[in-house]
């Protein structure tokens, strides 16, 4: 069989578009779950499909990944739009879509004659939990649910171990980091292990439901809004706070964070991906500057280079966690030894007097990245969480670009008795486990 398809993608959405006007498109389970597969499909959240309407310009079909036939997706819809106009299916500027869920209407945006955007009215919101379908009755279905994401999580610690380690030495001295841990760590993936291990649908299905009902409350809701006109943000706000419920006091919950630990996990694998880091006692402005010239300067040549590993590098988040860690590395041992001279050799290299332009733009475009829309949202809500405004972010930018090596000598001090006394997360095969001196060892 053969079909034309075209892959695109909208703020992270990305769907296989067919042309289902002209051309026959099998639209069962089997068929889409396979061509959608992103290690042995073309890949994709699902298929969207076009098609004639009866009543509008245009009928809109949307498959999620497993085959199943959604309602509507708003990102979805924006890009069918776009390909209906580019395949020259319409030369209407606004277009009438019929979906699952309704009528929508979207407006085209140009540059000239290309097609560089769409506005979608996505109506009001459903927020009430009763009138949002979902099905608990369906074990096969929620089994297997549980299976692919046991098998994803698989993948991420072998493939990618190193995001994984970092959040386990994260755990070992944030309580954010304990809760990070347990809903996307190791901590997770254990726990979704015993849940497949020993499954109880009936017990599942009636903690599933109780969360179910129990997760969206006016009183416990932050609403973030990206866009020119605050007017729809006001009107949005209005309907949360007159559908959604409003909830009982909660007992404050208390999360402690893991002891600091030398911990080994052993997968299937000869590699391994080593962390070690903590908090810094006092963070500064400029400690981007100094794990950038850490990680270039020092660990891209005796982790990478010298010792192999495929990529290595030091963290350091604006709460003060600092973090080295390395990637698909041969010898882990030596890795963890080294990572305790980057303050030393921090001081050395500002003791030499070497140029830090390049270290200083590079860190500079770290921070100030491309603001599309989605970047203003997702930076604007960590500035909001993080309690730092837009001041504060240019006072940062400055301090990179005017630095005080006196205040990078001090933070190289830092980082040295920080790696010195940090966590260890080491995550690789047991022959890279049994080299290290570790005070608890986990097999996965």
Known sequence: MELHFTKMEGIGNDYIYVDGINQDVNMTPEFISRISDRHFGIGGDGMIVILKSDIYDFKMRMFNLDGSEGMMCGNGIRCFAKFCYDHHLTDKKVLNIETKAGLRIVELVFEGDEVVGAKVDMQEPILNCKDIPVIFDQEKMIHDILKQRIISLKQAITMSGHSLSMKRVLAMVSPSGVIDEYSSGIAYYKWLKELDDHFDFVALKQKLESVYQNVCFYNRLTLSFTGN??????????????TLKISDALEKAIIKPF???KEGIIIPSDIAYASKGGYLLETSKITPLASNIISLAYLWNVVRVQGGAYGTGLVSRASGFTCCYSYRDPNGKESLKKYEKCGTFLKDYLKENHDLTGFIIGTLSGLMPLMMPYNIGKYGDLYYFNQKDEKARQEQLEAIL???????LEIA??????????GICIIGGKNQIDQCDLDEVISL
Request: charge should be negative; glycine fraction near 2%.
């Open 413 to 422: 001090k830092e980082i040295d008795e920080t790696l010195e006394k940090g």
């Open 229 to 242: 006109d605050d007017t729809n943000l006001e009107k949005q706000a209005l309907y949360l706070k007159e």
């Open 402 to 408: 005017n630095v005080d090596k006196d205040e990078l």
């Open 259 to 261: 002891s600091i630990k």
